[in-house]
């Protein structure tokens, strides 16, 4: 059964980092591309970053492209998201989600729980 | 970057009611459409993708059509475990666009 995990989420001060996990089972990781999509609280899904299964090729929303950094261990069957910058808005729950294929496509067939990041001061 | 403009907002239906939700796109989106379920406290489940393809292991009186820029989500006979929030999402480039949702309750 294919599960992802994520963690990481916190309490992280305006202009702060965080850096939130996201662990894979059940499936040949390297052979998907991934994506962290977030949701504000009592809001609608948005887009934030892709990345290919090698690793090779990366995409961000205007909304954070300078501050987020996505990347992925293979060894590790994990993927990450580097939250630098933070401001109140980045406020959300961050999921991960998996692609079919290994380039970054947009159809998510399965998704995690999320993690939720907090930017207060 | 594409809008998607979902409606309605929200919905009461009672059980064994056809629903229906519209998904307009802002530009042609060449049928690169998905249609989400969302329930409290989880991570969206895909259950329509390329417009009115029904992912594997989707009941079947979840449906979609609809192409270019103007779909629907369709549930032909209303189910209680059906209670949930749904999104549609295009995906022809980046950055990918969801819809606002649309909640679903029953009467």
């Known amino acids: 059964e294919v599960q992802l995990l994520e963690s990481g989420g916190g309490l992280g001060q305006p202009g702060g980092s965080l850096r939130l996990s996201c662990a894979a089972s059940g499936v040949t990781f390297s052979s998907y591309a991934m994506s962290w999509v977030r949701q504000a609280p009592g809001k609608g899904l948005e887009w934030v970053s892709a990345?290919?299964?090698?690793?090779?090729?990366?995409y961000y929303a205007d909304s954070v492209k300078g501050r987020f950094t996505i990347s992925r261990d293979n060894s590790k069957n994990t993927l990450y998201l580097q939250l630098n910058g933070l401001r109140a808005e980045d406020t959300a729950i961050y999921f991960c989600?998996?692609?079919?294929?290994?380039?970054?496509?947009?159809?998510?067939?399965?998704w995690g729980q999320g993690t939720m990041v907090t930017v207060s001061s | 970057d594409i809008q998607m403009t979902q409606s309605p907002s929200s919905l009461s239906a009672s059980v064994g009611d056809r629903i229906t939700i519209t998904c307009q796109a802002s530009h042609n989106i060449n049928n690169y459409l998905n249609w989400y379920q969302q329930k409290p406290g989880k991570g969206p489940k895909l259950l329509i993708y390329e417009a009115s393809n029904l992912e594997t292991g989707v009941p079947s009186r979840f449906s979609g059509r609809g192409s270019g820029t103007d779909f629907t989500f369709t549930i032909s006979s209303l189910q209680p475990e059906d209670v949930a929030t749904y999104y549609c999402q295009h995906y022809d480039h980046l950055p990918y666009t969801f819809g606002q949702g649309s909640k679903l309750e029953i009467k």
């Open positions: 989600a998996k692609d079919p294929i290994a380039v970054a496509y947009g159809a998510f067939d399965m």
């Open positions: 990345i290919s299964g090698n690793g090779g090729t990366t």
